[in-house]
């Protein structure tokens, strides 16, 4: 009865925001600042095929952070089924203190706090702040403003996090004022602005405002159950795509005998032009993880992982082929 009720009413928290935002950032910001003797469970939602986040998260953390990826595509689609099981599986494994929910850039906020309701009501889980990171400088591009998720994502917000504040022009910050006060019933939304995902763990004890309700609106095809853990081909890679919301993604899985040369790796991806790059590779120098958004690249030195993995998200088709070529030229013994 014990272990049963320690899985009953999880603080749960939604981190949302759109490609490239830093949400990676702030939730490994938050892990590393994590009470240390409390286990915290991550459901992490990507756009692309290829899990990439869990080992960017896992890193030094093993025992008390545990992670569970839902690729392919927005969790909540087909009922929620994709989410729900995940979410089951990653409750009895971890037994958490608390959860964080990151849904991918392109996926549907408003739809992933819906398929929580039965969660709720049960007493699973107990539902505090969402957080929306955003770019405060993308407000000035109609692009952003006029694209639906990005809207949702700000309309769900219990708190606004203006997050790279270090970049920002004089007048970015007054223009996403002036658009928060111009989304929904126009209630004037907290708003926090911060570098670096510095999330505070504070901001994340408010009880959420959503209103829990029954049924689920979200119509859209199911997303393909595939296994990122399925054997590699003889050749020890494999490339998988997907595509939607007016977006691209390519990713690759390589087998952990394919070592990348750290120098040639770096030069590929630092020129590359690309809307957002995710990986996490073995090289001769180690293993390092690669987090880029336009012309922002991080590098981030990690303990270990099992495999290489990159994941590319675009709104515009690239030449697939010719980018997989671009990384067997990087390995180390290419």
């Known amino acids: 009865m014990a272990d049963k ?44 095929e290829v899990g990439v986040d869990g080992a960017l998260f896992e890193s030094g953390k093993k025992g008390t952070v545990y992670i569970r990826e839902v690729p392919g595509g927005c969790m909540c689609c087909a009922a929620g089924l994709p989410m729900q099981v995940a979410l089951n599986q990653l409750l009895a494994s971890a037994r958490p203190h608390r959860l964080l929910i990151e849904p991918t850039g392109l996926g549907h906020p408003h739809e992933v706090l819906m398929a ?106 199911a997303l393909q159950s595939l296994d990122t853990q399925e054997p590699l081909p003889e050749c020890g890679y494999i490339r998988l795509e997907n595509s939607g919301e007016g977006y691209h993604s390519c990713g690759w899985r390589f087998a952990p005998g394919h070592v990348f040369d750290y120098e040639r790796l770096f030069s590929l991806i630092s020129g590359a032009e690309i809307e957002r790059m995710k990986g996490v590779f073995i090289s001769e120098q180690g293993v390092f993880g690669f987090n880029k958004a336009g012309q922002v690249l991080t590098v981030l030195e990690l303990d270990d992982t099992m495999e290489s993995r990159i994941e590319i998200i675009d709104c515009k088709q690239r030449d697939w082929d010719g980018m997989e070529s671009s990384w067997i030229g990087a390995l180390a013994d290419g």
């Open 116 to 221: 929580l309701s039965e969660a709720v009501r049960n007493g699973v889980l107990d539902l505090r702040s969402t957080l929306t990171l955003v770019d405060a400088g993308c407000i000035a591009e109609e692009r952003y403003r006029y694209n639906e998720t990005f809207r949702q994502q700000l309309e769900v917000a219990d708190l606004v996090v203006a997050n790279k504040s270090d970049l920002y022009g004089p007048q970015d910050l007054e223009n996403l004022h002036r658009f928060l006060s111009c989304l929904g019933n126009g209630a004037v939304k907290p708003l926090q602005a911060v570098e670096q995902g510095r999330i505070k763990i504070d901001w994340l004890q408010t009880p959420s405002n959503f209103q829990i309700a029954s049924g689920h609106q979200h119509q859209q095809p």
């Open 5 to 48: 009720e320690r899985i009953r009413e999880v603080p749960t928290n939604v981190i949302t925001g759109f490609l490239g935002v830093g949400k990676t950032t702030a939730i490994r910001h938050l892990l590393e600042n994590k009470p240390a003797d409390e286990r915290w469970a991550v459901l992490v939602n990507e756009f692309g």
